[in-house]
């Protein structure tokens, strides 16, 4: 007696979504051996509520909110889950469910997660975030005239004494950056405790925005143990900070979740590092797309988040930055490729970060491809400056200036020495 494929129960290209289903978006590779019917009803039975072989156990009622796999077009499977598969508010228990074993089956050579379309039975119970971009602009920086924020991160990453990063950061703040941001990696160490860093940053962010007359702002890296990164978010609030960053994939979701809610009791804004995404994010076969995890971290309510460049030595293709940008900061998302349909309802966009490898020479591509209502980092493109770090920080701006003009970089570099300098040092040159 042939017994029937139970995986083959999680298929049903006749069903229809309900409102309040959540649909997930996969690229499916199967293995060797393996078809594709026969790899989707695994992916679909063991992100809900199946296993390898049928159940005495199994009932109706169980069986009515199991997962179905409904659109197969080539690699692209969509698949609904019923919203009782899943706890209201929890990110680690969505992902356990739709990114968890799923990946690791024998049957499948590549799985992607591309994309979920949430119900707002489903978005309704979560925050988003607390100032989004617009605060961030009107409420932390107070800009009529927006144009986009600059950032820097005091570079070599890790190693300077509190003393020596807080002289890079005070540098840097009067040569025209907005935001300070500690490097992913620099918490605590040895050479630079966070109290003591804390203590002297804003010292020098106070005296910075006296010489300068302008809003100066500091994303303080909290990232640690969640209770440490509570006590560390309470002591920025008490030296007058305005941020939290924390290196949102390292430390977790249940994490971000825990500080979005202190960032309320706090009053404070949420900026969103991404390092480690790239170990699941970049093969565009398998893992699970940068563009879902900006979607999550909307949904739990950065204010803030990395989202590439293009131009710079990250690996991010102009069509992934551009389908990035647009699901954290527009309203409804259209299906488009591998990017479903959404609509965020009451939840606040957020502002797009772009960073990484940047300096003056390639601000006019990052601003003409995303815009002003952004925030452009510079490390290197700041402390390698050849004059020094506020001449770094001056070039940023004097380039941010000219794009926002539109006069070519060469010209606005004939009245604006430092840009010149940039210019003279590293011209148009796209890191890798
Ligand atoms: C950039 C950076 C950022 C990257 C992260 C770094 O420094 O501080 O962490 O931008 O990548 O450590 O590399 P530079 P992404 O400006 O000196 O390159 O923004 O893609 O998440
Ligand atoms: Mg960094």
Redesign the pocket.
């Known amino acids: 007696m042939t017994m029937k494929d139970p995986y083959l129960d999680f298929i049903d290209l006749g069903y229809k979504p309900s409102d309040s289903d959540l649909v997930c978006l996969f690229r499916v590779e199967p293995a060797k051996g393996i078809s594709m019917k026969e790899a989707i009803g695994r992916i679909a039975s063991e992100s809900s509520n199946g296993t390898w072989t049928s159940l005495t156990t199994l009932k109706p009622h169980i069986r009515a909110i199991r997962a179905r796999a409904f659109s197969i077009k080539g690699n692209y499977v969509k698949i609904a889950y019923p919203i009782e598969l899943f706890e209201m508010g929890s990110i680690p228990q969505l992902l356990s469910s739709v990114a968890g074993n799923v990946f690791g089956m024998k049957a499948l050579k590549n799985l992607r997660l591309e994309d979920i379309e949430f119900p707002k039975a489903y978005i309704k119970h979560f925050k988003g975030p607390r100032f989004g971009l617009d605060g961030v602009f009107d409420k932390i920086f107070h800009m009529k005239e927006r144009r986009p924020l600059l950032a820097h ?1 005091p ?1 070599p ?1 890790v190693g300077m004494y509190t003393a020596e990063h807080a002289e890079v950061a005070k540098q840097a703040w009067l040569g025209g950056v907005d935001l300070l ?1 500690d ?2 990696n620099l918490t605590s160490q040895s050479f630079n405790t966070f109290e003591k860093r804390m203590r002297l940053m804003f010292k020098y962010r106070d005296y910075a925005e006296k010489v300068t007359g302008e809003k100066k702002s500091y994303l303080a890296n909290i990232t640690a143990e969640t209770n440490e990164m509570i006590r560390r978010a309470k002591l920025v609030k008490e030296l007058g900070g305005e941020y939290v960053m924390v290196d949102i994939l390292t430390a977790g979701w249940a994490a971000v979740q825990t500080i979005r809610n202190t960032c309320d009791d706090l009053d404070l804004a949420l900026h969103a ?3 480690f ?1 790239a170990a699941f994010t970049k093969n565009p076969k398998h893992g699970m797309s940068m563009l879902l995890v900006a979607k999550l971290a909307r949904l739990v309510g950065v204010d803030q988040i ?4 293009v131009v ?3 690996e ?1 293709s102009k069509e992934e930055v551009l389908d990035i940008d647009e699901e954290i900061t527009e309203g409804k998302i259209t299906e488009h490729k591998d990017v479903l349909t959404e609509e965020w309802g009451n939840i606040k966009p957020v502002l797009p ?6 300096h003056p020479g390639l601000v006019p591509y990052v601003v003409k491809l995303l815009g002003k209502e952004i925030a452009i ?5 700041i402390d390698g400056h050849p004059d020094g770090v506020k001449a770094g920080a001056t070039a940023m701006r004097q380039a941010i200036e000219a794009s926002l003009e539109g006069i070519d970089l060469d010209d606005y570099a004939k009245t604006h020495k430092e840009l010149a300098a940039a210019l003279k040092h590293w011209g148009y040159l796209k ?1 890798k």
């Open positions: 991160v570079k990453k941001k490097d992913e590092h991404r390092a995404h990395h989202i590439g460049t710079g030595k990250m991010a970060v772009s960073s990484g490898g940047l980092q510079a490390g290197g493109g890191p």
